[in-house]
């Protein structure tokens, strides 16, 4: 069994920053992809950002220049760092990882979801 387990969302003010963390654990063989998207009240799931192995980055065009996504990949471990937040960017944030959990078996894997608020 694999777990996604996020922490770090909370209510920071218009313009201030938040730090989440999602950590991967269970019976995990690799990672291939780790991301974050988000949901807002009457909107669909939307992605946030990227890391794939290798180092690969990648972001939505609207958060490319406030949000980063640093991995530790030793504690299976990622990060979203935000920024200059906006009203806009209230929304709950999930995790989400595509893991091998042998040569050959590998899923989708969710977290929980935490609330991200900024207030204006």
């Known amino acids: 069994q694999v777990q996604l387990v996020e922490s770090g969302g909370g209510l920071a003010q218009a313009g201030g920053s938040l730090r989440l963390a999602c950590t991967a654990s269970?019976?995990?063989?690799?990672?291939?992809?780790m991301c974050w998207y988000r949901q807002a009240p009457g909107h669909e799931r939307e992605l946030v950002a990227v890391?794939?192995?290798?180092?690969?980055?990648n972001y939505a065009d609207s958060e490319k220049d406030r949000f980063t996504i640093p991995i530790d990949n030793t504690k299976n471990t990622v990060h979203l760092q935000m920024s200059s937040l906006k009203p806009e960017d209230t929304a709950v944030y999930y995790c989400?990882?595509?893991?091998?959990?042998?040569?050959?078996?590998?899923?989708?894997?969710w977290g929980q979801g935490t609330q991200v608020t900024a207030a204006s």
């Open positions: 890391s794939i192995r290798g180092g690969i980055t």
């Open positions: 269970g019976s995990i063989f690799g990672i291939n992809r």
């Open positions: 989400n990882a595509y893991i091998f959990t042998s040569w050959t078996s590998k899923n989708d894997y």
